[in-house]
């Protein structure tokens, strides 16, 4: 067997000898009429993954598999060694005509990246469903999210800048100059294929930067259809491919982004173990990196809240993309005089739950993406099971093809229980009864992770203290809505072990370019600051 341990994920995939001949002998999804949509994407059984302005691919072949029926879909070859390095060269030399391209002109390029995306919203949606698993309206959404950051930047253009600051020197200027930090490194996971590198990429552009992307190595496919679409754009406006660069592959790809000093910025997106080591091969040479990590994300919920908001909030912040959202809800605080009513109404929310295919408009809930996270799954329950914790539903996987498991509500297990304190990649939900606000709220900030929280409460006082110095530790603190589903305005990161990183909105596009101080003198004196005098 070869052991990949992909960098990314933190999944590590196993490859027999048998696999490509198994695919070669299986008929491919892409050749299935009802999947016509790949074609339109320009996909086929073979897929160069590699992309430098001009396409490639000598590495490993692999083979991308639908997980609700792990049939073979298509194959992708994947970048060597020798092809990275010729797709660094070549976005640095593209970088030397994109940074002369003004802001605002940058901002239109992306303005019809965005268009190019819209006229392919349900074929690129529908391949998202296929190959990662998501329900297939998650996986318009997830297309329209890099749609709306385009539109946010094409804006952002005309206005990124530093301010004029008063100098304390007659006849003197003294303004912030910001610009690009040259080539960003781009490494997303499986369960964002399409929108983190969105977030990203359309960002990046706009502050003048080239892009070099490595998407997760089970979905290469998303990957391959994305970088096809922006191409086409990049080529009508005459201008290097290479401004958006590709290489599919596992963590030799990874580690050679993460140590090499041409890479400005490294943007990486998966679990906390992987980023733990991304980070230090970056600050190893003292690069810089934004890092999206791990979230243990809480939703608390007080005697004075809207029963009637909680409970599809709950539902679909926990089994929404089957858990598999960094955001996703994996611990649900109930205070004690709610929590059995709450309890009920929810577990019966989840029998009501409709499972099936993700292409299937009334499906809801779809498969894990992996065999491997089926495992980790049944792992959790088997320490649920020994850490005293009682199953109110679900625990099993379930009898069809594909990795199918059954959304999980655990009750009876203390607030720092081992497997409560442990990010699991899976659906299930642990339910916690507290009694004050001071207890909630420090058991939200006590796990290692810091992404996203929410309560659900009347008392604006409380409220306040919520979003206070001493209520929730991090990065998205929400208030009568769940813990997913944030909006691409705001910054997007979380603090302590997620990373914290920020994307998107707000100002994280300074993430993205590098600060001078610049002093100009336009007087015929050379007066010292702080009032030094040197003659």
Known sequence: LIRLHVIGTGD????????????????????RPQYSCLRELGLSEDNDGVYNGSWGGQGQVVTSYCPA??????????????????TVQKAQDAWKVWADVPAPKRGEVVRQIGDALRGKIKALGSLVSLEMGKIYVEGVGEVQEYVDVCDYAVGLSRMIG???????????????????????????????????????????????NVCLWKGAPTTPLTSVAVTRIVAEVLERNHLPGAICSMTCGGADIGTAMAKDERVGLLSFTGSTQVGKQVA???????????????????????????????????VFASVGTAGQRCTTTRRL????SVHDDVVERIAKAYKQIRIGDPWEPSTLYGPLHTKQAVQQYLAAIEQVKQQGGTLVCGGKIMDRPG??????????????????????????????KFKTEDEAF?????????????????????????????????????????TSGAEIGGAFGGEKHTGGGRESGSDSWKQYMRRSTCTINYSKDLPLAQGIKFE
């Open 12 to 31: 590590e995939i196993k490859l027999s000898p048998s696999v490509g001949a198994a695919a070669n002998m299986s008929t491919l999804l892409v050749n």
């Open 69 to 86: 029926n792990n049939e073979p879909i298509a194959r992708v070859r994947q970048a060597t060694m020798a092809e990275y390095e010729e």
């Open 162 to 208: 530093g301010p004029i600051l008063p100098s304390e020197r007659p006849g003197h200027a003294l303004i912030e100059q910001w610009n690009p930090v040259g080539l960003v490194g781009i490494i997303t996971a499986f369960n964002f294929p399409v929108a983190v590198y969105g977030w990203n990429n359309a960002i990046a552009l706009i502050c003048g």
């Open 280 to 314: 230090m091969m970056v600050q190893e040479r003292f690069g810089r990196q934004l890092l999206e990590l791990g979230g243990n994300n809480a939703i608390i919920v007080f005697e004075d809240a809207d029963l009637n908001l909680v409970v599809p909030s709950a």
């Open 333 to 336: 605080m109930l205070h004690e």
């Open 403 to 432: 990795n199918y498991v059954e959304p999980t509500i655990i009750t009876g297990l203390p607030h720092d229980a081992p497997i409560v304190h442990t990010e699991t990649f899976v659906p299930i939900l642990y339910v916690l």
């Open 442 to 482: 420090a058991w939200n900030n006590e796990v290692k992770q810091g992404l996203s929280s929410s309560i659900f409460t009347k008392d604006m006082g409380r409220v306040f203290r919520w979003l206070g110095p001493k209520g929730s530790d991090c990065g998205i603190v929400n208030v009568n809505i769940p």
